[in-house]
C-alpha cells in the first residue's frame, strides 16, 4: 500500500482532531462559566450567543482544514476538500437528527458552510506556502 495514502489519512484526520478540540473545548469552557447549558443550545432569545457559537465553529473549520492541507502529502486542496465534504454530512445528519437542540437556522448555517470553509482552509494553506 502507498505510504501516501497512510499521510493522507492522518492528515484528515489531524484536521478532524483540530475541529473537535477546539469546538468542544470552547463549549467546555463556556459551560464551565455559565454562558452555555450543557448539551443543548437554547431555541430563542440567545441569537448574539449562538451567532457568536457559529462563528467560532466556523473559524475552527477552517483551521482544522488548513491544518488537513498542510499535512497533505498531495493535493492538499482536495484534502481540505474532503474534510469539508465530511463535515458536510455530519452537520447535515446533525442538522436532522438534532432538530430540536438548537435553532433551526444554526444547523442549517453549519451545513451550508461547511465546504466553504474547507475551501477557505484549503486557501489559506496555498497563500502561506506562497508567501513562504
Not at 60 to 74: D, E, F, Q
Request: charge should be positive.
Amino acid at each position: 500500500m502507498n505510504k501516501n495514502i497512510f499521510k493522507s489519512i492522518g492528515a484528515f484526520i489531524a484536521g478532524l482532531v483540530v475541529i473537535f478540540v477546539l469546538s468542544y473545548g470552547t463549549d467546555a469552557v463556556l459551560e464551565s462559566m455559565g454562558i452555555l447549558s450543557r448539551g443543548s443550545l437554547p431555541m430563542y432569545g440567545s441569537e448574539l450567543l449562538i451567532a457568536s457559537i457559529l462563528v467560532y465553529r466556523l473559524v475552527y473549520s477552517v483551521i482544522g482544514c488548513y491544518v488537513t492541507a498542510r499535512l497533505a502529502p498531495n493535493r492538499p486542496m482536495n484534502h481540505a476538500i474532503a474534510l469539508g465534504i465530511f463535515g458536510f454530512i455530519g452537520s447535515f445528519a446533525g442538522a436532522i437528527a438534532g432538530q430540536n437542540l438548537g435553532p433551526t437556522w444554526y444547523s442549517w448555517t453549519l451545513v451550508a458552510l461547511a465546504l466553504p470553509c474547507a475551501w477557505l482552509g484549503g486557501k489559506v494553506n496555498q497563500l502561506s506556502l506562497s508567501i513562504s
